[in-house]
């Protein structure tokens, strides 16, 4: 029997522009930081995942791909897994302009 899976919800903003990416990051980054201290901290817990929930982004640039790139570094740094959800047409086009749609795939 494998041991239970842990998963953080995380739900980002209307707006990635270059103006508010790096306060969402900050933010973001303090989120994951102090569930990976809880989770640390409880043994019996088997891998976890950081679930971000993308679907309510309205307005965004290329400063929204630096962010998820930077969140994906921080949870895999943790040997997590970042998986996305709802991600907006919009922002996987961008992905494949930018080179970087692999950052917004499902982990395998």
Do not use: N, W
């Not at 921080?74 to 970042?82: I, M, N, W, Y």
Request: with cysteine; net charge negative.
């Amino acid at each position: 029997m494998s041991a239970p899976q842990s998963k953080l919800l995380l739900k980002l903003p209307a707006i990635l522009s270059h103006d508010t990416v790096p306060e969402c990051i900050r933010a973001l980054s303090e989120q994951c930081e102090q569930f990976f201290v809880f989770d640390a901290s409880t043994p019996s817990q088997g891998a976890f995942t950081v679930e971000v929930d993308v679907s309510g982004v309205e307005h965004f640039d290329s400063s929204a791909l630096a962010l998820l790139s930077d969140l994906k570094r921080t949870v895999l740094s943790h040997q997590g897994v970042l998986t996305l959800t709802q991600v907006p047409t919009a922002m996987v086009r961008l992905a494949q302009v930018y080179g970087v749609a692999d950052l917004l795939m499902a982990p395998t």
